[in-house]
Structure formats: structure tokens, C-alpha cells
């Protein structure tokens, strides 16, 4: 792997300005899931080391909150440009961690790069409120404060961007930060630490740790310094954290499973909805919480929706990142790849049609390739469960109550997607889908200024927008005293 600042690859923690190694020496490898190159290591540290970590945390806390707004929102700044600064080599890095293909890697840059932004221009928003007085006598109001050392865990999904996009809050309400990244993704987060420093930001602001990861969320999720937890991940293993954090009652922000549906109605064009279909199945290899997992057509337009769609599959292009031309890369190991095959089977042996998809075409060991299923059934794991994989698997439907039931039946609820040009249908799918996000002809939903996030058991709270910034700010209330009462005279 070749960068152009080779002082952005680097092995080791980064804990008080920092770069840490184990104490007891031992290392994690990581891999290139392309071809299962070795990239390097990355430190296992002890639990002594992670203490140390939320001691400068807890340190750097007590002077970082009570920087101005407006410093603070210009040392946030500084992090932005050097990210933009830097545009290649991170997005070389994901190439390599990831595999993700180089376009798609360069703007993940772009968009973590944007929640820096907005939350350093939020930073300088933050403001109490003075309250109707009830009490005679008194000015009651309300300030906001940092809610301080937060943990930050983070997916290898997308690895950038999932840091900044808390982090970047974190920072802007006053908070000192831990990131723990993915162990199969570290490296772009250790170069996040590396223009953190860069751009100025105090030693023990933001701190990046490694090591095992049931064993260091759980001495995050048990310490009672840390006031406040943010998790992007599975649903299964955030509802381990939440439980973890009961003992010493923590904020906990989490943004969990998805299990999209993406309805079409029959008044569309057929070829655009398909396309928009396939971008919003395929992005990321399909390893995104917000792919479209579960596609219904209409039955009216179903076989001619297959036919479009199919013929969009057949030209996607499966390669390496840093191949021009790739569409799919590589899955994030070969679990991955086993998942995806168990829920290709498990449809067909239930009697889910094979359009496309033939896996003995796979380039290397951890890829999957783009695979459509037709005639899937409600039944199926593949349904059920969300893929994390290149899987679209299509459905009919015949009237909207039976397909606003259907999209609803699982217990995620994050993302949907409906395509139609009916206004009436678009206002009662946005009512009644049971999603915290909903987008209408379209696949892009997402961007600083959005409240990202979902309902049922896919989280808590929201990262980005107006209201992304709350999760780390503590709301008090003061009622002032001993003031003048009310003077009433009469005509």
C-alpha cells in the first residue's frame, strides 16, 4: 500500500497525543480482504491501558470544555481541511481495510469529511433558553453542557465516516473522546488520530483504542467515568452494550440492524425504478444498514421490473478497490461470504427462483457474487435477516395495505424506500412505514444535516442534523431567585 504521507499508516493506539503500544506485546493481524494480504497489526492493549486512556480523557475534559465555541469550532475546522487535504490516502486506506472500490472509498472521505463541518459550524449554536417565569419573583432557564467522556465504538462498513459523524458532535458540545474501531478496519481511524493532532487538537481530546473487543466494550460499557456511549453495529450486540451500560446508567446512542424495504408501485418507469434499485442494493457490496434489503413490485410490473433489474446486475463489475472499474468488491472475510451462501440456499431450498448469481465466478475467497433471487417469501432467513451482502432478492405485492404490512413486519426500523409518483400514496407510506427514515424516489437519504436513525430495534437517538449534537450535551435547568416580584397597578 503506497501513500503519499506514509505518516498516515500507523500501527500503534493513540492515547493522550500518544502512540501507544501493547504493554504485554500482544498484536492483531489485519488483513487486505481482497486477497487476504496482511496490511499489518494493530495492539491488543491491557485493561490498565484503557484506564489510562479515560484518564487523559477525564483530564483533557476539564480545559476542552471550557474552550469558546468559536475555538473549538476552528480547531474542528482544521480537522476538515486536513481530511480534504488528504482525500487520496484515506481513501486508499479503505480501499485496503475495506475493500471497498476507490470511488466509492473517496467519497466516504467526502462525507465524513462534511460532519466535521457541520458540527463545528453547530458548536458555536449551542444556547439555553430563558423560560416563562411561573414563580413570582424568580427567572427561571436552562444552559447546555458537555455530558463528558464519551465512548465511541465504531463498524468497519464504513469506517471514516462513522467516527466523525460522532466524534465531530462529541467534540463540538465539549466532550473528550474514545474511539474504538472495528479490528478489521483500524487503520483509518489511527490516521483520523494523526490529522486530529495535526489540526491542533488538545492531547487526550480524542483518543483512539485497540484491543479485543468484548473485553474493552466491556470495561467502557462497567466504567462509570465514561458518561455517555455511542454504538453503530449489529442489533445483537447492541442490545449486550446497552445492558452493560444499566450498571452505571449511561447515555447510549445506537444506530443498529436494517432490513430496508423498497416498494414500488405500479404507476412508475420501469427502468428507472430498477436502476434505483440497484444502486440502493449494491452499494457497499450490500454491506450497508441502509441497503435496500427487501424489494416489493407490484405485481402489475413484476416480471418486467425482473427483466430491468436483471439486466443492471449482469453489468455490475466485480473486482479489487483499487481496480477502476470495480462495482462490487470483496466482502469483509470469508464469514461473510459463508453467511451470504447460507441465505442463497435456504431460499432456493424454499423455492426462491435463481436469476442470477453464479459464485463459481467469484475472483478470490471473499467475494460474493451480485446475486438476484425472485419469488422470495416472507419465510425465508434471507427476508428475515439483513444480508450484509450483494443479495436483492424481489417479491410481488398486490394492494398497499398488504405491502405496508408486510414492510413492516420485522423488528427493524430504520430505512425504507418507496417508488411511485401517486401523491396520495407517498403521504400515507410516510405515515404509516415504521421507519425512522423514508425516502420517496429516491436512494440518497443521507448527509450532515440529516437526523440519522431508526426505530424498533434498530437504535437510539440520532447522529447528524440539528438534534445529532443533544446526544452529548446534558440540559440543566437554574431558577433564579430573590428577584423583584410583579408590580400590577390598576386603571
Given at each position: ?175 473528550s473522546v474514545l474511539v474504538k474501531p472495528a479490528n478489521e ?221 408486510q414492510a413492516n413486519a420485522t423488528e427493524y426500523g430504520l ?77
Open positions: 500500500m503506497k501513500l503519499e504521507d506514509p505518516r498516515l499508516f500507523r500501527h500503534f493506539a493513540w492515547i493522550n497525543g500518544e502512540w501507544s503500544h501493547s504493554l504485554s506485546g500482544r498484536e492483531q493481524p489485519v488483513y487486505n480482504p481482497d486477497d487476504n494480504s496482511l496490511l499489518g497489526y494493530i495492539p491488543l492493549l491491557e485493561p490498565e491501558q484503557i484506564d489510562h486512556a479515560v484518564d487523559a480523557a477525564e483530564q483533557a475534559l476539564a480545559g476542552w470544555r471550557r474552550i469558546r465555541a468559536d475555538r473549538r469550532a476552528a480547531l474542528l475546522m482544521a480537522w476538515y481541511q486536513q481530511l480534504l487535504d488528504h482525500r487520496s490516502d484515506l481513501a486508499t486506506l479503505l480501499v485496503n481495510e475495506q475493500g471497498k472500490p476507490r470511488r466509492e472509498a473517496e467519497g466516504e472521505v467526502d462525507y465524513a469529511a462534511s460532519f466535521i463541518r457541520w458540527f463545528a459550524e453547530e458548536a458555536v449554536r449551542i444556547n439555553g433558553e430563558t423560560l416563562s417565569v411561573q414563580i413570582d419573583g424568580t427567572l427561571p432557564g436552562t444552559i447546555k453542557e458537555p455530558v463528558g467522556v464519551c465512548a465511541l465504538i465504531t463498524p468497519w462498513n464504513f469506517p471514516l465516516a462513522m467516527i466523525t459523524r460522532k466524534a465531530a458532535a462529541a467534540l463540538a458540545a465539549g466532550c478496519t483500524p487503520y483509518s481511524a489511527l490516521a483520523l488520530a494523526e490529522l486530529a493532532e495535526r489540526a491542533g487538537l488538545p492531547a487526550g481530546v480524542f483518543n483512539v483504542i485497540t484491543g479485543e473487543p468484548e473485553a474493552v466494550c466491556a470495561q467502557l460499557c462497567s466504567e462509570p467515568r465514561i458518561r455517555a456511549l455511542s454504538f453503530t453495529g449489529s442489533t445483537r450486540v447492541g442490545k449486550l452494550l446497552l445492558a452493560q451500560c444499566a450498571g452505571s446508567v449511561k447515555r447510549v446512542s445506537l444506530e443498529l440492524g436494517g432490513n430496508a424495504p423498497f416498494v414500488v408501485a405500479p404507476d412508475v418507469d420501469v427502468d428507472e425504478a430498477a436502476a434505483a434499485a440497484v444502486d440502493a442494493r449494491f452499494q457497499t457490496s450490500g454491506q450497508d444498514c441502509l441497503a435496500a434489503n427487501r424489494i416489493m413490485v407490484h405485481q402489475q410490473i413484476y416480471d418486467a421490473f425482473i427483466e430491468a433489474f436483471s439486466a443492471r446486475v449482469r453489468e455490475l463489475r466485480v473486482g479489487p478497490g483499487d481496480c477502476p472499474n470495480s462495482d462490487i468488491g470483496p466482502l469483509i472475510h470469508r464469514d461473510a461470504v459463508e453467511k451470504a451462501n447460507a441465505l442463497v440456499d435456504d431460499a432456493l431450498s424454499r423455492g426462491a427462483r435463481l436469476v442470477h448469481g453464479d459464485q463459481r465466478q467469484a475472483p478470490g475467497n471473499n467475494y460474493f457474487m451480485p446475486t438476484l433471487l425472485a419469488g422470495v417469501t416472507p419465510e425465508m432467513r434471507v427476508w428475515q435477516e439483513e444480508s450484509f451482502a450483494p443479495i436483492a432478492i424481489v417479491a410481488a405485492w398486490q394492494d398497499d395495505d398488504e405491502v405496508i404490512a430505512a425504507a424506500y418507496l417508488w411511485t409518483h401517486d401523491r396520495r400514496r407517498v403521504w400515507r407510506y410516510i405515515r404509516e412505514l415504521e421507519f425512522g427514515m423514508v425516502a420517496v424516489n429516491s436512494v440518497k437519504m443521507t448527509g450532515p444535516t440529516v437526523p440519522f436513525g431508526g426505530i424498533k430495534q434498530s437504535g437510539l437517538g440520532r447522529e447528524g442534523g440539528r438534534t445529532g449534537i443533544d446526544e452529548y450535551l446534558n440540559t440543566r435547568y437554574f431558577c433564579l431567585g430573590g428577584l423583584p416580584g410583579p408590580s400590577v397597578t390598576g386603571a
